[in-house]
């Protein structure tokens, strides 16, 4: 059977071979909500699908118009076959509640590294910002070098970032991108960094330089979530 969870995912969970990302256009606040709502409804509705999905989750935009879903699947080839038999009955009973969904895309990744969570920090995140780094065809290489630096930016920025929770990089398996999944205390602490001296997230220091000119990036594109729904099997 299906549960819900208030819980956010643990992004570092070592049985998470592959880790999805997904985008749905819904167009208003009050479809966002009736959206979640028919995807919990559908979800706890059937049977789990296999042990092989460790969780889903979704994600209401700031925007107020987008989703964002994150499923932590045990293999590829898991998904595959969930979606030649499982997911397409799903799919068709969410349309029914809440017709003209966009789907706009689903991209798969390999966690990399991360910035967990200090010991003993129990701050339940209010703001999850997800960032995309597009990268240069043939610099998929580049990828983990770039994760290197921020992280050392990260340990050595003499201001801080005392809202930031964690934040965790995923390395897309077409090698375009990498995602930074950011945990933070609130919008308001993820705002007072963006307001801080400097061009965006980090202290105006060499090493936050050279992240943001990095010769390989061509491009950042952030968005910001809500954790709205968390399915677990029972």
Do not use: C
Not at 32 to 61: C, F, K, M, N
Not at 128 to 146: K, L, Q, S
């Amino acid at each position: 059977m299906t549960r819900r969870t208030d819980a956010h995912p643990v992004l570092t969970d070592p049985r998470a071979r592959a880790p999805f990302f997904s985008t749905w256009r819904v167009g208003t606040p009050e479809r966002q909500q009736l959206t979640v709502e028919a995807i919990a409804r559908t979800w706890e509705r059937q049977p789990w699908p296999t042990g092989d999905l460790l969780s889903y989750h979704v994600y209401t935009g700031r925007d107020g118009s987008t989703l964002m879903h994150h499923s932590q699947w045990a293999s590829e080839q898991a998904y595959e076959a969930f979606v030649r038999t499982r997911r397409q009955e799903r799919v068709d009973e969410i349309d029914t509640a809440v017709p003209g969904i966009e789907r706009v895309g689903l991209d798969r990744y390999r966690h990399h590294r991360s910035r967990e969570r200090a010991v003993g920090d129990t701050r339940v995140p209010g703001l999850i910002v997800a960032v995309r780094i597009d990268f240069e065809p043939a610099a998929a290489e580049e990828r983990r070098h770039w994760i290197d630096l921020v992280l050392k930016a990260l340990d050595d920025d003499p201001v801080g970032h005392r809202g930031l929770i964690s934040a965790h990089f995923h390395l897309s398996t077409d090698g375009g991108h990498v995602l930074n999944y950011a945990e933070w205390e609130s919008e308001r602490a993820y705002d007072e960094v963006l307001a801080a001296p400097g061009e965006g997230i980090g202290a105006p220091t060499e090493q936050w330089e050279r992240v943001r000119t990095y010769p390989a990036v061509t491009g950042f594109t952030p968005a910001r979530y809500e954790h709205a729904l968390g399915l677990l099997p029972s």
